[in-house]
């Protein structure tokens, strides 16, 4: 070959790599990007990914080829933005307002994500300050009980799927909590005496306890499409701590419940069958399941057995 023709082709050469650089300066900095590919990668995951990108090419346009909203509008992904979840946490014990927390209300994060709350803080602002301990229980009823000298601001309530879990790098790995559903305070003070013992609905809660059904009601519905009437049968479930477990004599014949304001009220013992201490509104409740609750005794400061 001549060194005319050579040098023709070099200029050739040499004005192509010129003329695609200046292309791709004109177009910015991402569309250099594939040429760097082959650096940052290893050639099996080019491949892999290559085959990947030529299936969805069968179906989709290339012009909208492989974004997130090809995947997410085609291949029937939802968006959760603004949809609350309504799972529940029981947050009991010896705290001032005994009930149900939802998950929301304690991590709104679908608004923040990969956030967190301290569990502390937590505490306080359901009104919890002074305390003993703090026990969680999950979904799979495995549960924790920590004193409070050993919570700190490391001890963090953190998003989890659809709930919470519970984590705290100053404590053992087997005390973070996933699905959390239960959280139970025990309290400094123990305004509940029971047999001339001072206790409070917090402790009794850590065990033993009973759920019982409460107020199972019968209920039909007229269908207006075939005229048939349809039953079934609503009630609710309590948990609380069973009466004879907790009393100084589980043989007792003659039950007394002081509430708040002196009044005392006296059950038999047929009458306080199967009755259990709960942690409502109204403070210390004592649950008769044979009856309504508006014949359930609240308040509950005292009970003495005989």
């Not at 030529?54 to 949809?83: P, W």
């Not at 019982?212 to 075939?226: G, N, W």
Request: charged fraction near 25%; hydrophobic fraction near 45%.
């Amino acid at each position: 070959m001549s060194s005319s023709r050579l040098l023709l082709i070099l200029v050739l050469l040499l004005v192509v790599i010129v003329g695609g650089v200046a292309v791709a300066a004109a177009a910015g900095v991402r569309a250099l990007a594939p040429l760097r590919l082959p650096f940052d990668y290893s050639w099996n995951i080019l491949v892999e990914e290559a085959d990947g990108m030529a299936e969805c090419a069968e179906c989709h346009e290339t012009a909208e080829f492989h974004t997130c909203t090809t995947c997410h509008d085609d291949h029937g992904a939802i968006e959760l933005e603004d949809l609350p979840f309504y799972a529940l946490i029981a947050f009991t014990g010896d705290v001032p307002q005994p009930g149900f927390v939802r998950v929301n209300d304690v991590l709104p994060y679908r608004d923040q994500p990969h956030t967190y709350v301290p569990l502390l803080d937590f505490l306080a602002e359901q009104g919890v300050t002074g305390f003993e301990s703090v026990t969680l229980a999950s979904r799979d009823e495995g549960f924790v009980t920590i004193e409070r000298s050993n919570l700190a601001a490391s001890s963090l309530l953190m998003p989890y799927e659809d709930g919470i879990r519970f984590a705290d790098e100053n404590l053992h790995v087997s005390t973070w909590m996933k699905g959390i559903t239960r959280i139970v305070v025990v309290g400094e003070e123990r305004p509940l005496q029971i047999d001339g013992e001072a206790t409070s609905m917090g402790r009794l809660l850590l065990g033993p306890t009973r759920s019982v059904t409460v107020e199972q009601t019968d209920v039909m519905l007229k269908s207006e499409t075939d005229g048939q009437i349809r039953e079934a049968k609503t009630a609710s479930r309590v948990e609380g701590a069973p009466i004879e477990a907790v009393v100084a004599d589980p043989a007792f014949e003659i039950l007394f419940a002081r509430d708040g304001s002196g009044q005392e009220h006296a059950l038999t013992a047929q009458e306080a069958r199967d009755a259990i201490l709960y942690a409502g509104r109204d403070g210390v409740i004592l649950v008769l399941p044979d009856r309504g609750r508006s014949q359930w005794i609240k308040n509950v400061v005292e009970i003495v057995s005989e």
